[in-house]
């Protein structure tokens, strides 16, 4: 979206990215988002980076695929191609890597069967692999809930889902979907251990008291070859640790998140920040921070943008951050935008 924007504002653009074909996570969401219409409500995900990739392309944005920035330093880029290695330099840089799944450790974690749900999602979505026919999903946030459903859509069995809260952190939509097909939701536990010879055969979950310690008792096993860890996710921000950028720690998206201001400028300049790795949200409060972002570099860089368009942008992306699924983050993002604030006397 940054790149769409800033193209679209007149400045030159070079869109980077490690696959061989950018949208990130949307490449593999290939249910329908729902909101409002502003934010491509009933649009299926892999559609709108379809969609966002045609624009870009119509708008003279540079692709640059299969290519990964290992480095960056004052504005200057390390890119590796394949064989190839090259530098870049820019005027201004927008780092939009996303986040990475998080791990979980339990005797038996490292067994082959034992991954990522975004991973089961690559496997199932991208490449049109089955990872395993039966499947336990540790997490009952929307990844793991919107994974589950994707899996049982192909073919796979879900014997259930665990979730260590005393309630799921997931969209009740798309709880009601699994629950539907009989998928059992199993709040107040968590997995134990797994067991397997060469791989995952069984595993063991318990309940859990309130300070999440295994109820003697409770333990029940079960024949699976696959578990998906869907535990959260972490901003994927080393690029702006390596460019020097401050860092606050909200748990709330997800972790250590590099400092912006609400024009999503971090605090080593000309260098702009927005989505995952600026805090774990969701595809459309990142598209908002990509428009943000890409307006504030455009101005920044002498191209006209119209006051307005920002301005709108911005009050899209508040409306996303408000009500009872928003307030928590609404209120990290605060925090960091003063601590930027902070940093930067007089802006
Ligand atoms: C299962 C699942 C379901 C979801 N469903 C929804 C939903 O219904 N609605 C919603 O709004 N959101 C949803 N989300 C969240 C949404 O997908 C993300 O918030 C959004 O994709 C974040 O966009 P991003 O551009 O910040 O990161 P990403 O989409 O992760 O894109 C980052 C890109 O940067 C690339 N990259 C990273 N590092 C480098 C590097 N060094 N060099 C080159 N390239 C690099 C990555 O390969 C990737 O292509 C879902 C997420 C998941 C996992």
New binding site residues.
Partial sequence: ?SALTIARSGAQVVL????DQ????????I?????SKD?RAGVR?YRIATELLEDCAAAGVEILTD????SIQDCTLG?AHRDDCFYLKAQAIIL????S?NPLAFPGSTLPGVMG??AA?TFVNLHRVLPGRRVLMVGGG???L??SY?LLQAGAQVVGVVEALPRLSGYQVHAAKIKRAGVPIWTGHTVLEANGDQEVQEVTVAAVDDHFQPLPGSERTLAVDTICL?VG?TP?A??AWQAGCRFFYQSALGGQVPLHSVNMESTVPHIYV?????G????????E??TIAGLAAATAMGCSVPQAELEAAQERLASLRRGPFGDLRQRAKSELIKRWTDCHPGE
């Fill in positions: 979206m980077i990215d490690e696959n950018p949208g990130g996570q949307l490449c593999k969401q249910h329908k988002f729902f909101g934010h995900g290519t990964v920035v290992f890119l939009a890597t996303g986040a799944e749900a975004g999602q929307n990844v793991g919107i994974v994707q869907a996710l994927l080393e690029l927005a989505g995952d790795m600026a774990v949200e969701e595809a459309s409060t990142a598209l921070e990509g």
